[in-house]
C-alpha cells in the first residue's frame, strides 16, 4: 500500500539522517583520502539495512554492486 511505502521510505531517511553526521565526524578526524573510500560503503550499509530491516529484495545486479564495493574499499584501504 502507499502509506506502507511511504514510511519504509522514512526509514531509509532516518537510516541517511544518521549516517551523514557520523560521516562529518569522521572528516573532522581523519585525512580526507583515508575516508572517502567509506563513503562508497555507506551505500552497502544502506543496502544491508533496507534488505534487513525493511525485507526488501535485493537483485543479482544489486547484490554483485555490494560485493564489488566492498572489494573495492578493502583495496583501498589496504593499499593506500
Same mark, same amino acid.
Do not use: H
Given at each position: 500500500?502507499?502509506? @506502507?511505502?511511504a514510511s519504509?521510505?522514512y526509514?531509509r531517511?532516518? #537510516?541517511?539522517?544518521?549516517a551523514y $553526521?557520523?560521516w562529518?565526524y569522521?572528516?573532522?578526524? *581523519?585525512?580526507? &583520502? &583515508?575516508? +572517502? $573510500?567509506l563513503?562508497g #560503503?555507506?551505500y552497502v550499509? &544502506? +543496502?544491508?539495512? @533496507?534488505w #534487513?530491516v525493511?525485507?526488501?529484495r535485493?537483485?543479482?545486479?544489486?547484490i554483485l554492486g555490494?560485493?564489488l564495493v566492498?572489494? *573495492?574499499v @578493502?583495496?583501498? *584501504?589496504?593499499? @593506500?
Open positions: 500500500s502507499n502509506s @506502507s511505502a519504509d521510505v526509514k531517511q532516518s #537510516f541517511n539522517i544518521v $553526521p557520523v562529518l569522521a572528516l573532522s578526524m *581523519g585525512e580526507v &583520502t &583515508t575516508l +572517502a $573510500p563513503l #560503503f555507506m550499509t &544502506t +543496502a544491508i539495512y @533496507s #534487513f525493511l525485507k526488501e535485493l537483485s543479482k545486479k544489486e555490494i560485493i566492498i572489494i *573495492g @578493502s583495496m583501498m *584501504g589496504r593499499y @593506500s
